[in-house]
């Protein structure tokens, strides 16, 4: 689903256009333009740039029920962000699709856009492996300052095991009071066919003495973590099938799919 917000229900392409930008706004995302084209609702193109947009992990997607109160016809959709930001760090993400067929909901005010099939399409998620430390490091600095830890490097290894599933391995060089330790977490992230990431089996491993230390405090977090479903994409595709979902891990991690049609 894609957010909407209006005084009042669209009857023109650009009215539509500032429909969805203004919903994007009400829910934390700045896009940098939005531009529907063609005769509404039977539209020529609909293109979404969220380039420079901040995301987080408190970003909530609408969840809006309701009357359908149009139904919308895109020729070409794409909706892009090179980059966009996750905790300030920088990911690409393309989604593009052609012959989409979508419909509006709720009230004008509060209303959303959902998908609800495509002819072809594609989604691609793609982060730099250096920028996805950078992001392990602030993570993991947060969590152990609470511990009295200091963290000084963290190295991530990533190993393909199939297409949907990626074995990881993170080290984290700590500092606590005068001498340095090494605290590893390691598990696997798996993926389904829409696009939800869960942690399996995520385990603590280091020297011994930062292990106990830490391991009071973080294996509650990791529990928590284990199975837990994160979605990859901010919005719901609504009723777009993904196929051929998979991992490719290399200097950048990229999840893609090919877009079709619920059946």
Do not use: C, W
């Amino acid at each position: 689903m894609l957010p909407l917000s209006a005084d009042k229900n669209a009857t023109g392409a650009e009215e539509f256009s500032e429909a969805l930008s203004r919903g994007l706004l009400a829910h934390g995302i700045t896009p940098r333009s939005v531009q529907a084209t063609g005769d509404f609702p039977k539209l020529t193109s609909l293109t979404i740039d969220l380039a420079e947009a901040q995301l987080t992990r408190d970003l909530r997607p609408p969840t809006t029920a309701g009357q359908i109160v149009s139904t919308v016809e895109i020729d070409r959709f794409e909706l892009t962000g090179v980059p966009i930001y996750f905790e300030k760090t920088a990911l690409e993400l393309r989604v593009a699709a052609e012959k989409v067929t979508s419909h509006s909901v709720g009230d004008p005010g509060a209303g959303a856009l959902v998908l609800d099939s495509a002819g072809t399409g594609t989604v691609s998620i793609k982060v730099a492996k250096a920028a996805l430390e950078t992001l392990l490091q602030s993570l993991a600095s947060a969590a152990a300052a609470k511990q009295g830890l200091e963290v000084r490097q963290t190295t991530l290894t990533l190993t393909q095991e199939g297409p949907r599933a990626v074995s990881f391995r993170a080290d984290v060089t700590a500092k606590i009071f005068v001498m340095s330790a090494t605290l590893s977490l390691s598990g696997r992230i798996e993926i389904d066919g829409e696009l939800n990431a869960r942690f399996v089996g995520l385990a603590l491993g280091g020297d011994a003495m930062v292990t106990k230390l830490a391991g009071g405090y973080v294996r509650p977090y990791l529990d928590r973590l284990e199975g837990r479903v994160f979605p990859l994409l901010s919005f719901s595709l609504g009723g777009l099938k993904l196929q051929d979902v998979e991992f490719i891990v290399g200097p950048e991690i990229e999840v893609r799919a090919r877009l079709g049609t619920t059946v």
